[in-house]
T-cell receptor, first 115, second 115 residues
């Protein structure tokens, strides 16, 4: 069975500062990794995902995440955050050959960007 | 159209009421999901429909009854709910052919309050 650990429940940062949201996973098989974002009073939307190939994946709004198999991590980073990045961020994992219901979410990290 | 719509946005119901939540997508997706999300928690999977057939029921109490009338619609019928069932109910869909590596598209949710 897989599991996901998001080490920080809350991350406060100032606008234009860099940020890293940490995610570690546990699985006995190969995995796919996802970051979803949930803005206040909205559903979740995909930020980026790692399926295979290059271990560095990027989103259209400046976030990136790097798959590190040896450290079983998929940390999310942004070099300069904006007020509009304030949201809850969920790391999620599913395994190769898994079913549609196989997506396991971490507990979430609330990113608060202050002016 | 990459949107999943959910109605109603908000719902208040008594413990003896019967109500239904509706979800619709027009992306041609063949997998649809219901999740329950309590405040400050990640989404918890309730049901998965794959090609209009119920494929996963995560031991959800029978007071929740899902229905998939066609490939675009998903309903969740509610009856005799308890106050602890108050939560945000999220619907999601995915293409349905690639299982674990698929992006799930979420609706904005229905915020349910059971009195």
């Amino acid at each position: 069975a897989q599991s996901v650990t998001q080490l920080d429940s809350q991350v406060p940062v100032f606008e234009e500062a860099p940020v890293e949201l940490r995610c570690n996973y546990s699985s006995s098989v190969s995995v796919y990794l996802f970051w979803y974002v949930q803005y206040p009073n909205q559903g979740l939307q995909l930020l980026l995902k790692y399926l295979s190939g290059s271990t560095l994946v990027e989103s259209i709004n400046g976030f990136e995440a790097e798959f590190n198999k040896s450290q079983t991590s998929f940390h999310l980073r942004k070099p300069s955050v904006h007020i509009s990045d304030t949201a809850e961020y969920f790391c999620a994992v599913s395994n190769y050959g898994g079913s549609q219901g196989n997506l396991i979410f971490g507990k979430g990290t609330k990113l608060s960007v202050k002016p | 159209d990459t949107e999943v719509t959910q109605t109603p946005k908000h719902l208040v119901m008594g413990m003896t009421n019967k109500k239904s939540l509706k979800c619709e997508q027009h992306m041609g997706h063949r997998a649809m999901y219901w999740y329950k999300q309590k405040a400050k928690k990640p989404p918890e999977l309730m049901f998965v429909y794959s090609y209009e057939k119920l494929s996963i029921n995560e031991s959800v109490p029978s007071r929740f009854s899902p229905e998939c009338p066609n490939s675009s619609l998903l309903n969740l019928h509610l009856h005799a709910l308890q106050p602890e069932d108050s939560a945000l109910y999220l619907c999601a869909s995915s293409p349905g052919g690639l299982a674990g590596q698929e992006t799930q598209y979420f609706g904005p949710g229905t915020r349910l309050l059971v009195l």
